[in-house]
């Protein structure tokens, strides 16, 4: 096993050259690095701890037998976190493909919730955190993944892009859809300002001593979701070593 401070500055560029001359343990310090971080977007991204373990090893596994191909366009984190996120997807669309009963899409989504969060948040940070996470997992995978890294993992859009291997406007298409089917979920979490009170206050006042209160119309509806799904050449994530 190396000792954690045997590589030192190396950066991660040479690491994976290194990997890719022979070094047996060059790999394992790129781990060492980034594991926290690729498992976090796992994580969110599935919702499942089992299958965020299997899609980061899928992706690690990739990673290790395809490091030759990488031509340093970009940064290794970036390539790491690209490959995560395919693996994710790849998984997700294998879940959906076979999913037959939501009865555990509660107690999944919930594992997106940070361990020492879910212990110590008061009772009701808990339920908001709740109804946030099961509209999240209402969304089809494309968009969930989108919304992960720039809403949650606090991506800037053209490098989310660049893990999802999509133009940024694609990115920005999936954010926009995807809080759009969010948005009718979610209405009722939305703090009520000061002038909309007054406005249903006013308004009350008028229609007092009415006998016939006026007909309650349909809720206004969201944003629609009008455009086709965004399709994507999204790579497999891996395979088994």
């Excluded at 555990?104 to 808990?126: C, G, V």
């Excluded at 919304?147 to 949650?152: A, F, R, S």
Aim: charged share 30%.
């Amino acid at each position: 096993m190396a000792d954690d401070t045997a590589y030192g500055d190396t950066s991660d560029q040479d690491l994976l050259a290194r990997h890719v001359d022979g070094d047996p343990d060059a790999f394992g310090e790129l781990v060492r690095r980034h594991r926290d971080r690729l498992w976090a977007v796992a994580l969110r991204t599935l919702g499942d701890r089992e299958e965020a373990a299997d899609a980061v090893q899928d992706a690690l596994v990739s990673a290790y037998r395809a490091a030759h191909t990488f031509r340093g366009q970009s940064a290794v984190t970036t390539w790491l976190h690209r490959i995560t996120v395919n693996a994710c997807l790849d998984r997700a669309r294998k879940a959906a493909s076979r999913k037959t009963s939501p009865v555990d899409d509660t107690e999944r989504l919930e594992q997106l919730l940070e361990p020492h969060e879910e212990a110590s948040a008061p009772a009701e940070r808990n339920d908001l955190h709740r109804q946030l996470l099961e509209a999240l997992g209402t969304l089809p995978p494309d968009q969930r993944a989108a919304l992960v890294l720039v809403d949650m993992q606090g991506y800037p859009v053209a490098e989310a892009a660049h893990l999802l291997d999509v133009p940024t406007g694609t990115v920005k298409s999936r954010c926009a859809r995807g809080r759009a089917r969010l948005l009718p979920l979610l209405a009722h979490l939305r703090p009520e300002k000061a002038d909309e009170k007054k406005e249903r206050g006013e308004e009350r006042n008028r229609t007092q001593g009415t006998s016939v209160p006026p007909a309650a119309g349909p809720p206004t509806d969201g944003p629609r979701d009008t455009g086709p799904s965004d399709s994507a050449a999204v790579k497999g994530g891996g395979g088994r070593a």
